[in-house]
T-cell receptor, first 114, second 113 residues
């Protein structure tokens, strides 16, 4: 049973470009969470999605960031017009039922904005 | 609100020393508590968990007990190895709020041979 997969593992973007981060949850998991880890800090919750639904996006910046989890395919975290402050590691986690279960984390995508 | 506070690092120990990493939490409900470990350049791996008061989570020689009276979940290991060098994160999940996780800032552990 493959774990949570994220790609790319490393992504370099110039200021003003778009970044697309992909996350494939574990087989059988229908709940996806995105977290951001700034250097030397812990992970901060961004958004929680189920298939075709955004359940909680209270941690998402108000502008430039969006997320989706379509019926088919991976979850996508999209950052438009990236700025240097977006440089961070972005982790995706999945869980089977959402409530009361541990989350399984992917290896992360390390975004560098130059 | 929910938050997790853990001791600042780095913590440097010699091999076979005793390890304690303190973690305290604030929660509005009855959270589950977790310790995750992150090796350089990798994602987070679940180390252990406890879902209710007085539960003890254990794995690979690490232990932590869910103490509701002191709102703590300290991580301990009796004899650390060089291979335990990593960053350790304490976290809680809010079961009443979509199971969102709240993480501490992480404690870096360096174990010297």
């Amino acid at each position: 049973n493959a774990g949570v997969m994220q790609n790319p593992r490393h992504l370099v973007r110039r200021r003003g470009q778009e970044a697309r981060l992909r996350c494939s949850p574990m087989k059988g998991h229908s709940h996806v969470y995105w977290y951001r880890q700034l250097p030397e800090e812990g992970l901060k919750f961004m958004v929680y999605l189920q298939k075709e639904n955004i359940i909680d996006e209270s941690g998402m910046p108000k502008e430039r960031f969006s997320a989706e989890f379509p019926k088919e395919g991976p979850s996508i975290l999209r950052i438009q017009q990236v700025v240097r402050g977006d440089s961070a590691a972005y982790f995706c986690a999945s869980s089977p039922l959402g409530q009361g279960y541990e989350q399984y984390f992917g290896p992360g995508t390390r975004l560098t904005v130059t | 609100g929910n938050s997790v506070t853990q001791m600042e690092g780095p913590v440097t120990l010699s091999e076979e020393a005793f390890l304690t990493i303190n973690c305290t939490y604030t929660a509005t409900g009855y959270p589950s508590l977790f310790w995750y470990v992150q090796y350089p350049g990798e994602g987070l791996q679940l180390l252990l968990k406890a879902t209710k008061a007085d539960d003890k989570g254990s794995n690979k020689g690490f232990e932590a007990t869910y103490r509701k009276e002191t709102t703590s979940f300290h991580l301990e290991k009796g004899s650390v190895q060089v291979s335990d060098s990593a960053v350790y994160f304490c976290a809680l999940s809010d079961r009443d709020n979509f199971n969102k996780f709240y993480f501490g800032s992480g404690t870096k552990l360096n174990v010297k041979p």
